[in-house]
């Protein structure tokens, strides 16, 4: 069966959705807003759009700890960790004091290289501290592995082979591979591998019960 995952690809365009029959998906919807819309990637590699335009990679020019601080919260399923959890992820052999006025720093950096405009003490339309805990603001900001989640269980759940090659073709590759050995992204990096081999997996035997594939 392994081999036959990779097959079923060749077949996308005979079950594909057709708007010109009225077909159509769930797909995610992104909530009405007056800030622009944050997409954050994490599959195929780290990168971040707002408003639909590429933060260029000089917006995290010697600010590495802005960004590994943006993939942390991006990884976490709830997007909010608390500030002492962060310690000890990205600064595990800071004092308390040190880690405290790096973690500052790192967020002021994370804030101005997604808004540059943002006023002093003006509250970010995308990365906020709301006591010990440092969430996204999940009405401006969207992740693609939550996509891809979302994609994948409407399909796997109504078994349409048209939602099923959406959710396939949702995959976009390793997350984070640029941090494949940090322990804080091994379980959603799995999560997110099992996830889109179960949804070809489901795709192969929608084919063959439909006598779309041959083996």
Excluded at 162 to 170: D, K, N, T, Y
Aim: charged share 25%.
């Amino acid at each position: 069966r392994s081999q036959r995952t990779g097959e079923m690809f060749h077949m996308s365009s005979r079950v594909a959705p057709d708007a010109s029959r009225g077909e159509l998906l769930t797909v995610p919807v992104i909530p009405s807003s007056p800030h622009p819309h944050l997409q954050i990637y994490l599959m195929g590699g780290f990168r971040v759009e707002k408003a639909g335009a590429e933060i260029p990679s000089s917006a995290w020019q010697y600010r590495t700890a802005a960004r590994t601080l943006l993939k942390v919260l991006a990884v976490e399923s709830s997007h909010r960790i608390h500030r002492e959890e962060l310690f000890e992820l990205l600064w595990p052999d800071a004092d308390t004091a040190s880690a405290s006025s790096r973690f500052r720093k790192a967020l002021h950096a994370a804030r101005h290289a997604l808004e540059p405009e943002l006023a002093a003490r003006e509250r970010s339309a995308f990365l906020n501290l709301n006591g010990p805990l440092l969430e996204l603001d999940l009405g401006n900001v969207s992740v693609d592995i939550d996509q891809l989640q979302q994609l994948a269980e409407q399909a796997m759940l109504s078994g349409d082979q048209a939602a099923l090659v959406l959710a396939a073709e949702a995959y976009g590759g390793e997350v984070l591979p640029e941090d494949r050995f940090e322990d804080w992204v091994e379980t959603p990096r799995r999560h997110v591998t099992e996830t889109h081999v179960r949804v070809l997996l489901k795709l192969v035997d929608e084919f063959e019960a439909g006598g779309l594939y041959e083996p």
